[in-house]
């Protein structure tokens, strides 16, 4: 099992929008509606953002935003703040013996 | 509240075992399906092994299979991970995992700390 395709980094300027892409294929992000997103700032664990590709658990801020096409998953950070500069893992099941993949994580610059 | 407290960790040298563990509180812990996560430095997250919540279910990632085994001790409130024929890229930080709420429960809600693997002669 392949880890799933993240851009390596993307990057805006406090208060833009950016959008993380996520793509794996008919046998786990396009196959099931169980993609979540995660986000890691250095030497922390990481912490749960979005899951069931859009939903967003209790204390995390509406900028944050998932949605999915097809085979690609994607984590929408809107009016970008410097706080929201970490890496970013999108996760997924997969039909596949392993059962679960993460992406290969995307580091966000806020400029 | 929810903790994940992993130990264990240390230097062992290539073909070597190593035994995590992860105490667990704050859960119910007998109802949830528990993972196992890493990190190696500098790199992203990779997906070990999970068990489910009754330890009837067992998955593994390829790069483990066969040479890591996960079990759980409910009555310690304790989660397991035996690592044997330990290879230089298994050089990592360990994370143990919750099984998230909510949803389709396919996502992971409350992460340990971690603990740091070094596999090196």
């Known amino acids: 099992q392949s880890a799933l395709t993240q851009p390596a980094s993307v990057s805006g300027s406090p208060g833009q929008s950016i959008t993380i892409s996520c793509t794996g294929t008919s046998s786990d992000v396009g196959g099931y509606n169980y993609v979540s997103w995660y986000q890691q700032h250095p030497g922390k664990a990481p912490k749960l953002m979005i899951y069931d590709v859009s939903n967003r658990p209790s204390g995390v801020s509406n900028r944050f935003s998932g949605s999915k096409s097809g085979n690609t998953a994607s984590l929408t950070i809107s009016g970008l703040q410097a706080e929201d500069e970490a890496d970013y893992y999108c996760?997924?099941?997969?039909?596949?013996?392993?059962?679960?993949?993460f992406g290969t994580g995307t580091k966000v610059t806020v400029l | 509240q929810v903790q994940l407290v992993e130990s264990g960790g240390g230097v062992v040298q290539p073909g070597g075992s190593l035994r995590l563990s992860c105490a667990v509180s704050g859960f119910t812990f007998s109802r949830y399906d528990t993972h196992w996560v890493r990190q190696a430095p500098g790199k992203g997250l990779e997906w070990v092994t999970v068990?489910?919540?009754?330890?009837?279910?067992?998955y593994y990632a390829d790069s483990v299979k066969g040479r890591f085994a996960i079990s759980r001790d409910d009555s310690k409130n304790t989660l397991y991970l035996q690592m044997n024929s330990l290879r230089d890229e298994d050089t990592a930080v360990y994370y143990c995992?919750?099984?998230?709420?909510?949803?389709?429960?396919?996502?992971?809600?409350?992460w340990g700390q971690g603990t740091l693997v070094t596999v090196s002669s």
């Open positions: 068990i489910s919540y009754d330890g009837s279910s067992k």
């Open positions: 996760y997924s099941y997969t039909s596949s013996s392993t059962l679960y993949v």
């Open positions: 995992a919750k099984r998230g709420d909510g949803g389709s429960h396919r996502h992971i809600d409350h």
